[in-house]
């Protein structure tokens, strides 16, 4: 038995020296510029999910999600995030698609978890990623906005659907992406 644990052991050993020896010899690919494999996002999908489920605080969002919050929650994406995720005009962003991982276009494929998960994602960023931590950039209080307007993106009050048209010239209750090749890259989860 013991010589069993002890192969475990001395087999982890050389492995994580297999992969740090790999990883210093230049092994390693560092490259932003090529897709991640299904396993690797698979994989790093759940491990995020997983954390955001075992760390962040279950609250209940602060600010009420009436239309002038919501509206405004609009205005702070527009200017912090549709550069990587996308604008209301629904069009690609290319930028957002040069990172690896991409960050996925949330206008069109808004997040389907509860805000405490999205506050804590936005406010606290993902680590080995372009998904920079959002607290010394916005306040608490916006922070709560942006996350109430992504979270009912697709059951906004009609107030702020005007808006979003307006402001845009895309209707926001048409769901269709951009074109093909848009949908092909954001299909990430
Ligand atoms: C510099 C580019 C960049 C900016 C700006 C940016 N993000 Fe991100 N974001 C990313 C990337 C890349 C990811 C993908 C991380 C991953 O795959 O785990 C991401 C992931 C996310 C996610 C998680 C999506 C999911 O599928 O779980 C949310 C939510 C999010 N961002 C919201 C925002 C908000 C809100 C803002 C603006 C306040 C913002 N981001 C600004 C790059 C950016």
């Known amino acids: 038995m013991r010589n069993f644990v002890l192969g475990i052991v001395v087999t982890i050993a ?12 230049g092994f390693l690919p560092t490259r932003a510029n090529s897709t991640p494999p299904d396993f690797e996002r698979h ?9 955001v ?11 009420p999600t009436t239309d002038e919050n919501l509206i405004a929650g609009l205005k702070i994406y527009t200017m912090n995030c549709a550069g990587c995720h996308g604008g209301i005009d629904r069009k690609p962003v290319e930028f957002g698609r040069s ?3 991409a960050a996925p276009n949330l206008i069109l494929h808004p997040p389907d978890d509860p805000d405490w998960h999205v506050f804590y994602v936005v406010k606290n960023g993902v ?9 010394h950039n916005l306040s608490e209080q916006d922070l709560w ?11 906004l009050p009609p107030a702020v659907q005007d808006y979003w ?3 845009s010239g895309a ?3 048409s769901g269709e992406p951009a074109s093909q090749d848009e949908q092909k890259h954001d299909e990430h989860k």
């Open 14 to 25: 050389a492995l994580s020296l297999g992969g740090l020896g790999a990883a210093l010899l």
């Open 43 to 51: 994989v790093a999908m759940s491990a995020l999910d997983n954390s």
């Open 53 to 63: 489920e075992r760390h962040a605080p279950r609250v209940k969002n602060p600010v």
């Open 99 to 101: 990172f690896y991982p």
């Open 127 to 135: 680590r080995y990623t372009g998904m920079p931590a959002w607290e």
């Open 145 to 155: 906005k942006v996350t109430g307007f992504l979270t009912r993106l697709e059951k």
């Open 165 to 167: 048209k307006q402001a």
């Open 171 to 173: 209707d926001p209750s």
